[in-house]
């Protein structure tokens, strides 16, 4: 089993959809990040959270410490917001990060 | 202001043969960090470098791979006696501190023929 997973592993969403992509992790982390990576591999840090809710613009993620748990948010989709998301954590013991599959958005016009 | 930078963007080599990849973090950050992206997979960590020294190795597959940031800035990654499975996408990212935001640079593919 991967110490992070992530839901669903494919998403497509017609535009204006709200969008939920969920990541779950089993070991003891500082911090958990979401990365955007677009189709020519650049890698885009979008937050980084020990804690709570951040919000940027039409992106928001929370995090659950006692479930082990985040989500990031997408509300009014647009095409531009295709792209593959992924979910890494700093794990608390070690200076590595552990990351998930990603999940990979299309957002249709 | 400039990001992260690496190159060279694209290395293409032969089975057998080294190579270095370079690393220009943001100015002023003291953690860098070097990932390894496969085809089709999330980014795998391999190096974690606090200032000058490397504060985490654990992530380098074998003794083949080595890197050094001499003075702290600039990062090289270099490979030896390349195999084919070492072909991929060599990221990295620097922070202001390991506990900061990482920023990636866009980097760099090499192929093993």
């Known amino acids: 089993k991967n110490e992070v997973e992530q839901s669903p592993q494919n998403l497509t969403a017609q535009e204006g959809e709200f969008i939920t992509i969920n990541c779950s992790y089993s070991v003891g982390i500082s911090a958990l990040h979401w990365l955007q990576q677009h189709p020519g591999g650049g890698i885009v840090s979008l937050f980084m959270?020990?804690?709570g809710k951040k919000k940027h613009g039409r992106l928001i993620a929370t995090i659950n410490i006692q479930e082990k748990h985040s989500s990031l948010h997408i509300t009014a989709s647009h095409p531009r917001d295709s792209a593959v998301y992924i979910c890494?954590?700093?794990?608390?013991?070690?200076?590595?990060?552990?990351f998930g599959a990603g999940t990979r958005l299309t957002v249709k016009p | 202001g400039a990001g992260v930078s690496q190159t060279p963007s694209n290395k293409v080599t032969e089975k057998g043969k080294y190579v270095e990849l370079r690393c220009d973090p943001i100015s002023g950050h003291t953690a860098l960090y070097w990932y390894r992206q496969s085809l089709g997979q999330g980014p795998e960590f391999l190096i974690y470098f606090q200032g000058t020294g490397a504060a985490d190795d654990s992530g380098l597959p074998n003794d083949r791979f080595f890197a050094v940031r001499p003075e702290g800035s600039v990062s090289t990654l270099k490979i030896q006696r390349t195999e084919r499975g070492d072909s991929a996408v060599y990221l990295c990212?620097?922070?202001?501190?390991?506990?900061?935001?990482?920023?990636f640079g866009p980097g760099t593919r090499l192929t093993v023929l």
């Open positions: 890494a954590v700093e794990t608390y013991n070690n200076n590595d990060m552990r």
């Open positions: 959270l020990s804690s």
């Open positions: 990212a620097s922070s202001i501190h390991r506990m900061n935001t990482q920023y």
